[in-house]
């Protein structure tokens, strides 16, 4: 490829290198000039343009992009198509991003022009979330290096999407009288979100006295019970484990397993145990595990859902990035002035799941009402489609499938709670949960029977947030009465993911302290639609 500046009158072939504007329009970047270009720019009183020849084997940025992406195996990956010398590439299903370092910096090495790009390795997505970019950096490339290139892609495969398998998860929890049986019940609870995000759930759970012999007959039993799908132990003890021969490891043994490990350079989650029996993994769950905070026990059950094999060689090399919270008796290396965060990234969750009980028993769905010619949930979603939000979530429960269907089409990620009767907490903790919400820098909480939010109240709320640096709570309010939506920083995620019940997030704003900035939406902040009546008068018609 030969780059530099050359006259118009022989630059028919050329790839413009920058935008050319003239009276009548404009050309644009790595646009191939033509016969009828080169007339329109002479007229213009243009001589000379950057632009750049490609050479016999020279391959265009598009083309370059497109080849590379052809040889990555398509499996459990979606590729856009090739624009600017870009292709970007997704997954396709839930599961575990796994990347060969070695490979990626082999591909970035053949030449500065080919670029790769992918999250890091053993990362949890979600299907459509964006996983690697192919960059070529010039304008063309020589096809040698691309066909070289090619062929180390083919050789090594530098990354896959691991689609989350089924598992029969059983769970064991030993009892001592100084364990209160509410958080017992409450490790569950965060053992199901934790399995839901994963495609999976809690097949049984059994509950024995924290002692050798009755953990292993437990294990024992649970071993004998036929399954469909691959069977998946997890032990949370009453009491932390301090040896290898402790009562879980211990049991593990007794129950005809072996020990992997005992331990891990992953904190939180250094006291977790991996032991199997055959192929079935058996996980002592470290004490963390009780809270629904990212913790060594998230990574192992990460690999061994997605189809993964870790042993003892794959724990201990955990130890990079596995310190996962900072030790408040240290000094805090963030006690230097933070980073400006103008774009504080904020994902919206939309609350679609309710039982809808004061429309009556066995009524028609509120969320399936009508309004502008279209089902209320679509309309909601599509309004927070439409906004500046990073991503959309909707957290379905009641009737599922016709909520799901009425939300096909639209950019917008379900989040099934299966937990959905317990009430409104379920469903803040399902949709925080989800990987879309879990990476912002704040969450937008909306209710989808809310008809008089519009797109322009949600970029109201995040522009807000973002004046914030994302260190604020920002509500919608009306005439200084508070209401929805509201939108939460990452620093309240874990208090979101502890409710219980049927309550909201009003409790935390009430007790963060944390700024609060309200924003005026009006009379919209406080109009939901929670029966027939309110339906009608608000101009819906009810239909489903």
Not at 97 to 119: H, S
Not at 204 to 216: N, S
Not at 395 to 405: D, F, K, N, P
Request: aromatic share 4%; proline share 5%; glycine share 10%.
């Amino acid at each position: 490829m030969i780059f530099g500046e050359f006259d118009v009158g022989g630059a028919e072939g050329l790839v413009l290198a920058h935008s050319v504007k003239m009276p009548d329009g404009s050309l644009p970047k790595g646009h191939v000039v033509d016969a009828a270009d080169v007339e329109r720019l002479k007229g213009s009183g243009i001589e000379k343009i950057v632009a750049a020849r490609l050479e016999d084997g020279d391959l265009g940025e598009d083309e370059a992009a497109a080849r590379l992406s052809e040889a990555i195996a398509p499996d459990h990956l979606r590729f856009s198509e090739a624009a600017t010398g870009r292709v970007n590439i997704y997954a396709a299903a839930d599961g575990l991003f796994v990347a060969d370092r070695e490979a990626v910096d082999r591909l970035n090495r053949i030449d500065p022009a080919i670029t790769l790009a992918c999250l890091a390795d053993h990362t949890h997505v979600s299907a459509g979330d964006m996983v690697a970019t192919f960059k070529i950096i010039p304008l063309a490339v020589p096809g040698a290096k691309i066909n070289a290139a090619r062929a180390e892609l083919r050789a090594t495969g530098p990354f896959q999407v691991k689609p989350f398998a089924d598992h029969a998860v059983s769970l064991i929890a030993t009892e001592l009288p100084s364990l209160k049986v509410s958080v017992m019940d409450k490790t569950a609870r965060i053992l199901e979100r934790r399995l839901a995000a994963c495609g999976n759930r809690l097949l049984r759970e059994r509950r024995v006295p924290h002692e050798t012999k009755a953990l292993a007959a437990s294990i024992q039993d649970i071993m004998t019970i036929p399954e469909k799908a691959p069977k998946l132990v997890i032990v949370f003890g009453a009491s932390a484990v301090i040896d290898a021969a402790d009562v879980i490891p211990q049991a593990i043994r007794e129950a005809g397993g072996r020990i992997l490990s005992v331990g891990m350079p992953v904190d939180p989650g250094n006291l977790m145990v991996l032991g199997s029996i055959g192929e079935t993994y058996v996980v002592g769950a470290p004490g963390c595990a009780r809270s629904p905070k990212e913790n060594g026990f998230d990574w192992v059950l990460d690999r061994i859902l997605a189809g993964e094999e870790p042993g003892a060689h794959e724990v201990t090399g955990m130890g990079v990035g596995g310190l996962l919270m900072e030790i408040q008796s240290r000094p805090q290396p963030r006690d230097v002035p933070a980073r400006k965060r103008a774009d504080a990234s904020v994902a919206i969750v939309l609350l679609a799941a309710g039982r809808a009980r004061r429309m009556g028993e066995g009524g028609q769905h509120k969320l399936l009402a009508e309004f502008d010619g279209m089902p209320l949930v679509r309309r909601s979603a599509s309004i927070a489609v439409a906004s500046r939000a990073l991503s959309v979530s909707a957290v379905t429960g009641h009737r599922r499938a016709e909520i799901e269907a009425a939300l096909e089409g639209l950019s917008v990620q379900p989040v099934f709670n299966a937990d959905y009767a317990s009430g409104m907490a379920s469903s803040l903790a399902a949709g925080f949960a989800h990987a879309h919400a879990n990476g912002a820098d704040g969450v937008l909480v909306m209710l989808a029977d809310m008809p008089g939010v519009s797109t322009a109240d949600l970029d109201h709320l995040i522009s807000a947030f973002e004046q914030t640096e994302g260190r604020a709570i920002v509500r919608a309010v009306s005439g200084g009465k508070r209401g929805n939506p509201v939108i939460l920083p990452r620093s309240l995620y874990h208090a979101v993911l502890s409710l219980e019940g049927d309550v909201g997030a009003r409790h935390i704003v009430e007790t963060a302290r944390l700024p609060v900035v309200d924003v005026d939406i009006g009379e919209s902040a406080h109009l939901d639609v929670d029966t027939p009546e309110a339906i009608a008068a608000a101009g819906g018609i009810l239909k489903g």
